[in-house]
């Protein structure tokens, strides 16, 4: 089973990715709403926090959140078109106390904004997470190096009033919101996700409180239609704040693996997606925080049991729209016609 669900993602990840390579969906947009800046590159500089949080929750015992201890990054990047490569390092000055039990991790997000769609593909690899002692009384300061996280999961919306909204505007500082605008979003999303450990997932000293005790590992699989809004208000000409939010009713799959037997189980459950940004933008700079935000639910088959992932990634940005000389636009010539009207 686990054979042919990861085929069925390969697949679907790589449609999404001819889809998204390949759509030619044209502007129309209204000019008097926003604005696109052709053939402009926007060299940013910028900060970023990402993460991706386990969640375990039982009746009448405290709620586990295992979280890894991540890096506060530093870095540039820059976007012509939808093209967009950004590079980040977690430096020492910005991380003082992390020298010890560190994460070990490999985290993809990218988020794809056209015109008329919204995609996210997610590829997160995860080792080493602790228990902080505020949330989980009486577990404190608990660390497992040995617990890992795999999280692959992408989705796609479509952006029914495009001609007028712009998520780029707030969330990749190559557009101009003018004015306040809303829009409704239909799409699909699907995850796959791996939590696992050598020995229980759940602390020892605690263990028996559990209906799910000696847990070592949950294959988890949701796919799912969903709908959602998003909206940006436009003060005093360039300040913005943009709030959205997606939700999907999610058909789940999760299969929990004991110490000496394993269980299936099927439901149906919510999965939330929030972005929110907020800064100015002008016609030449841009000053902005944004927050995508992913909350994954799912319930394996004990009873009063449920398990969910906090995926997310936290970045504040500053930005620069210019247009290169002949030599740079001859070099970036073949992205023009990849992102033709993009």
């Known amino acids: 089973m686990a054979n042919f669900f990861g085929r069925l993602i390969f697949w679907i990840v790589l449609s999404l990715f001819t889809l998204v390579a390949k759509a030619q969906n044209g502007r129309g947009n209204d000019s008097a709403y926003y604005i696109y800046f052709p053939n402009s590159i926007t060299a940013r ?6 993460y991706s949080r386990f969640n ?17 990054n530093l870095g540039i990047g820059a976007t012509y078109h939808n093209f967009s490569l950004n590079l980040a390092y977690g430096f020492g000055f910005l991380n003082p106390g992390k020298k010890t039990n560190k994460s070990r991790y490999l985290d993809l997000q990218t988020h794809f904004y056209q015109p008329k769609w919204v995609t996210d593909v997610y590829g997160q690899l995860y080792k080493g997470f602790h228990l ?9 300061n608990y660390y497992r190096k040995d617990l890992q996280l795999y999280l692959f999961g992408l989705s796609r919306y479509y952006i029914f009033n495009s001609e007028k909204f712009s998520y780029r505007a707030s969330f990749k500082q190559n557009e101009l919101q003018k004015k306040s605008a809303g829009t409704l979003l239909a799409g699909l ?28 590992k949950i294959n988890y699989l949701s796919i799912g239609p969903g709908i959602g809004y998003a909206y940006t208000q436009i003060m005093a000409r360039h300040f913005f704040i943009t709030g959205s939010i997606t939700g999907n009713l999610a058909f789940s799959f999760a299969n929990e693996h004991l110490k000496y037997n394993s269980s299936a189980h099927f439901s149906l459950n919510p999965v939330t997606r929030f972005r929110i940004a907020t800064g100015c933008n002008t016609n030449s ?7 995508v935000f992913d909350n ?12 969910w992932f906090n995926t997310g990634n936290l970045r504040v940005a500053i930005a620069k729209r210019f247009y290169g000389g002949s030599k740079l636009k001859k ?8 992102f033709k009207d993009e």
């Open 132 to 140: 902080p002692g505020s949330f989980n009384e009486p577990v404190k």
């Open 189 to 216: 999303e699907l995850y796959y996700g791996i939590v696992k450990a050598d020995s229980n997932l759940i602390p020892k000293s605690v263990n028996e409180k559990y209906p799910q005790k000696n847990l070592t």
């Open 331 to 338: 070099l970036l010539k073949p992205l023009d016609k990849i």
């Open 285 to 291: 700079w841009n000053v902005s925080a944004n927050w």
């Open 296 to 307: 994954l639910l799912f319930a394996g088959e004990k009873s009063n049991t449920a398990y």
């Open 56 to 72: 375990l929750k039982a009746k009448n015992a405290p709620t586990l959140h295992y979280l890894p201890n991540t890096t506060f």
């Open 45 to 50: 500089l910028y900060t970023s926090q990402k």
